[in-house]
Structures are given as C-alpha cells and as structure tokens.
Nanobody, 123 residues
C-alpha cells in the first residue's frame, strides 16, 4: 500500500480531528497531494490539496477557515487538521496523489489513492 490514511473517528460537532496520510515508499513521487471525502449516497468531493515542494494549499469552500493541510517531508506524511467540525463533514476521507499539472479539484487528476478513513461528526 503506497498511501496510508489514518486518524478518523467519532467526534461531536464543534470538535477537532487530525488525519494523517503516510507515504509508504521514500521514492514515491509526492509533487502534489490531496484529500477527498465521500459521504453516504454522495459523490466523492475535493477537500484540499498541497504542493509538496512549497506547501502551497488549496481548499474547498466548504472547509475554508476550518481545515488546515500541511506536510512533513522528513516524515513523508501530510496532515489534515479539521477544526469546528460539523455533521455535514461526516464522510470517508481519502488521500491521493495528484498528477500535475492536472486540476487538483478533480478526481480524475489523481492516480494513487489511500484506503480511506471514516470521520463521523455527531450533532
């Protein structure tokens, strides 16, 4: 497995969680990485992306100001800090590798996906 997502769980509305995505192989090309989420009965949607080299980030409007994406090149890991969580954030969260210069907000722009981690926010 090349991408290992972890950190999901059950949290009350207003709470926080931090997701991690570990890259299993040091030689894995991580030029641009992203997070998507998929709620039951809904399509998978873009959450955030990060350029590995300079940590430039992009966020979906629905999470701006609440989620922060960062990475640790030394640990080959990226982190999604999720604050002020809402019930509508409930979903399975997936990390993935983007193929630059493809649009980071499109699923088709990603070629390698992690297994997903469940986030449940109770009201």
């Amino acid at each position: 497995v090349q991408l290992q997502a972890s950190g999901g769980g059950l949290v009350q509305a207003g709470g926080s969680l931090r997701l991690s995505c570990a890259v299993a192989e040091p030689t894995f090309n991580t030029a641009v990485m992203g997070w998507f989420r998929q709620a039951p009965g809904k399509e998978r949607e873009f959450v955030a992306s990060i350029v590995w080299r300079d940590a430039k980030t992009r966020y979906a409007d629905s999470v701006k100001g609440r989620f922060t994406l960062s990475r640790s090149p030394a640990k080959n890991t990226m982190y999604l800090q999720m604050n002020t969580l809402k019930p509508e954030d409930t979903a399975v969260y997936f990390c993935a590798r983007n193929l630059p210069p493809l649009d980071v907000a499109r699923m088709s722009s990603y070629d390698v996906w992690g297994q997903g981690t469940q986030v449940t926010v109770s009201s």
